[in-house]
């Protein structure tokens, strides 16, 4: 082979890596954890659907509020449902980076504790590792608590989204028309059962209030994605090459290395 076959193949092997893309995740938060109350709705189930995709390991991070039954029902619910759909849904308490491994979706359910350090590392890894996570808050001042440690995680996480405590369309709503977003989270959902939410900002819209104010919103999470973010004390969070990638960059390198030493002779 001469050196200009060699230089093309180093240079398409080094090109093939650098078009494969990081991993990549996508954070979601909702201003309202009543998503499982519209189960019977095929909205909501195709919301869920869409969430779950082609998952089958679900982590679920259970909430101790039990102020209001239609809570621990939309908790209780939600389980059911992605349970019905093929998963195996994992309820915890606290959250680890061992029980995390090998889920595809993590759900933090009205957090009414703080998320400890070893919490919040664990769901940086996770989701810099490419796998996507919903937290659910509520609107105020029913559950402060479990906003503020929203907030404080998406803080953490370096996240542009933040929950900004009111009190929107309470009672049972349906979300229609165009308080429905396009995103991949929206494909086939015409109807989506909601009620008493609190408003998110700093993300990409998918479910909007009767006045237009987003109550369910996502970024991605990586330096690839539409926003790009930071995490674990503000340095950019980029997704974890995968083994075939690294092999491609070593050949690619490898190919270059020898193209210099031919030239050398």
Not at 94 to 114: E, K, Q, R, Y
Not at 138 to 150: L, Q, V
Not at 197 to 213: E, K, M, Q
Not at 238 to 243: K, L, T, Y
């Amino acid at each position: 082979m001469n050196k200009l076959h060699l230089r093309v193949a180093g240079l398409a092997l080094l090109a093939g890596f650098l078009a494969v893309p990081a991993a990549q995740a996508d954070l979601l938060v909702s201003g309202d954890s009543n998503l499982g109350n519209g189960l019977t709705i095929a909205g909501n189930q195709q919301f869920f659907s869409n969430l779950l995709g082609s998952g089958t390991n679900v982590v679920f991070q259970t909430t101790t509020h039990t102020g209001d039954p239609t809570e621990t029902m939309s908790q209780a619910d939600i389980i059911s449902y992605l349970t019905s759909k093929g998963a195996t849904v994992t309820q915890v308490s606290t959250v680890t980076a061992a029980n995390l491994a090998g889920a595809s979706l993590f759900i933090s359910f009205l957090p009414d504790t703080a998320y400890t350090g070893a919490e919040e590392s664990a769901i940086h890894g996770f989701l810099n590792s490419g796998h996507t996570a919903l937290l659910t808050g509520e609107f105020a001042p029913y559950d402060t608590a479990a906003d503020n440690h929203i907030n404080s995680l998406l803080s953490y996480l370096g996240s542009s989204m933040s929950l900004t405590e009111n009190d929107l369309d309470n009672l049972q709503h349906f979300a229609t028309a165009s308080q429905i977003q396009p995103t991949r989270y929206t494909i086939g959902v015409t109807n989506f059962e909601y009620g008493g939410v609190s408003t998110v900002t700093g993300g990409t819209a998918i479910f909007d209030t009767v006045n237009g104010s987003p109550f369910l919103e996502y970024t991605p999470y990586g330096s690839t994605g539409e926003s790009g973010s930071t995490g674990g004390g503000g340095s950019t969070v980029a997704g974890v090459p995968e083994p075939a990638t690294l092999s491609l960059l070593g050949l690619g390198l490898a190919g270059v290395g020898f193209m210099r030493r031919r030239k050398a002779r």
